[in-house]
């Protein structure tokens, strides 16, 4: 069973940095494509970044310059590095890996963001 597990969220005051985590139970799944998303309360849940084969990456407008997606080289894990955090980054994040035609996702890490 694929098991993707989240770690690193917290709160912060803007303009700080997280860095979040994310890894399979096992290094015998390997993703084509991984992503993160996130949700607020009442909001449909929205692309923040997403990393595909050859490293190939693209990210929500809104985060653009901020956010830094990467991934480990057996395609089983997947960071996003957040800086100059704003307000509006908060909310729940969500790890997402492709794999045997369909998604697989963690359970979600909570960012706050503070004024």
């Known amino acids: 069973q694929v098991q993707l597990v989240e770690s690193g969220g917290g709160s912060v005051q803007a303009g700080g940095s997280l860095r979040l985590s994310c890894a399979a139970s096992?290094?015998?799944?390997?993703?084509?494509?991984m992503a993160w998303y996130r949700q607020t309360p009442g909001n449909q849940r929205e692309l923040v970044a997403r990393?595909?084969?050859?490293?190939?990456?693209n990210y929500a407008d809104s985060v653009k310059g901020r956010f830094n997606i990467s991934r480990n080289k057996a395609y089983s894990a997947v960071y996003l590095q957040m800086n100059s955090l704003r307000p509006n980054d908060t909310g729940v994040y969500y790890c997402?890996?492709?794999?045997?035609?369909?998604?697989?996702w963690g359970q979600g890490t909570q960012v706050t963001v503070s004024s």
């Open positions: 997402s890996g492709y794999y045997r035609g369909r998604d697989h």
């Open positions: 096992s290094n015998i799944f390997s993703f084509s494509t």
């Open positions: 990393i595909a084969g050859g490293g190939i990456t």
